[in-house]
């Protein structure tokens, strides 16, 4: 006779308590399963976070990238400007040392921006100023060396005040690296100013008249807090600048006037405002994979940038305008394009448009508007990705 109990057939043989066993064996291996497919479930779960994380990483990264590309050309447009929008942004910290590192690095900075930034008379800007020289390592080096090295990390400005302060603050960590060279801070500072002069005079083709090695040694004598420097030492100098002339860092095309100088396409468009429905007439210049828009053509600042990452484009009627097209987020109506204005107060906030609606002035100008943001509209391949994601998800659930 063989007996069935709730879990599965139990032989007829058995005792009382070697059944009980049985059963008790059949309920821990029930138990077991249940605890394979709980810790299988996590992995899953675990396995699918990391793959996120990792999208998600990658998606910061691009993000930041990009907002520090806009950060540097409004940098270059006003440094003043550029540098509280990537501090608002946190790609910078609000410290001397952190400005001076993202200047001194200076990467897609104009040179000229830089030295503006440097020069001014602001005690922040000072301490930017100073913490900027730290990092020049002068030590062992002659002053024309010193120089060299100096003027070509930014592009000097034209004001004299200017000048003034940055060639003091040269002189005074020239003499920290190499002390013993000059009596004082003074006389590195009128020895430099001495040399930037010979520089122009020897190779300004405009000056016919060459000083020579005896004459910038005679206009140097008594600078040394009243002595005199080593004939050697000026004749070296001298020799230097003379072989070879400083080189002045040309801008290197990274700032918006370049960038805006050959663009895709540029002209006046009607934009309609994002909280105040009221339309506005904007001059847009596509370049970049972005459009700007600004109030006029000769604004150095754009009053708005928008990415066109991930967007798309579509003609649509307007009872008011004519000849419209819309930029837009396909398949999420509602959220935000990630873009940003300037506020009349100059602050930079982030835009809160979830389409952009244009009027062009024409049928033909609304149609190559089109063509052109499309070609430039490019795709971030990690979102594609998200997107599918989600598409996944939301299909097995409707299972």
Known sequence: MVLKSEDGVVPDDLSPEEIQELESIRRRKQELLQDIQRLKDEITEVTIEIETLGQTEERKSMQRNKQMAIGRKKFNMDPKKGIRFL??????????????????KGE????????DYLGERDDYNIQVLHAFLQLHEFSDLNLVQALRQFLWSFRLPGEA?????????????????????????DTCYVLSFAVIMLNTSLHNPNVKDKPTVQRFTAMNRGINDGGDLPEELLKNLYDSI?????KIPEDDGNDLTHTFFNPDREGWLLKLG????????????????CLYYFEFTTDKEPRGIIPLENLSIREVEDSKKPNCFELYISDHKDQVIKACKTEADGRVVEGNHTVYRISAPSMEEKDEWINSIKAAISKDPFYEMLAARK?????LKAL
């Open 87 to 104: 501090i608002e942004t946190s790609l910078l910290k609000n410290t001397s040392d952190d400005i001076a590192q993202f200047l001194y």
């Open 108 to 115: 897609g900075l104009n040179k000229t921006a830089i030295g």
């Open 161 to 185: 005040q200017k000048i003034d302060r940055m060639m003091e603050a040269f002189a005074q960590r020239y003499c920290r690296c190499n002390p013993g060279v000059f009596q004082s801070t």
């Open 242 to 246: 003379k072989n070879e002339p400083f």
């Open 274 to 289: 994002g909280r105040v429905k009221t339309w506005k007439r904007r001059w847009f210049i596509l370049t970049d994979n």
């Open 391 to 395: 598409k996944k998800v939301s299909s």
